[in-house]
Nanobody, 123 residues
């Protein structure tokens, strides 16, 4: 069964850090672009970051540049999103997704999506 499983969310204080994980099963993540998206209540789902299928490129939404880092461990068939200096406006459900393309922040490119993990930033 082809699937992605997200984990690592939780409640964290402003300024804190979390690392989200995205484990793939049923396919090899290595040759796929990986994107992280988030959706807060009442908002559209937005692209946060992606890493290209060849690992040569990464990109970030302006709102998270300098604070978030995307990476993958091909040996573990897992992608990560390291989130530092978290702000209350980062509160959302975060999803990883895989695309059989080079990669972008366009969610319509991504055909496989994880179930999501809740991130809440609050004091």
């Amino acid at each position: 069964q082809v699937q992605l499983v997200d984990s690592g969310g939780g409640l964290v204080q402003p300024g804190g850090s979390l690392r989200l994980s995205c484990v793939a099963s049923g396919f090899t993540l290595r040759y796929w672009a990986i994107g992280w998206f988030r959706q807060a209540p009442g908002n559209e789902r937005e692209g946060v970051s992606y890493i290209s299928s060849d690992d040569h490129d990464t990109s970030y939404a302006d709102s998270v540049k300098g604070r978030f880092t995307i990476s993958r461990d091909n040996a573990k068939n897992t992608a990560y999103l390291q989130m530092n200096s978290l702000k209350p406006e980062d509160t959302a459900v975060y999803y990883c997704a895989a695309a059989n393309t080079y990669g972008s922040l366009l969610r319509n490119e991504y055909g496989i999506r994880g179930q999501g993990t809740q991130v809440t930033v609050s004091s």
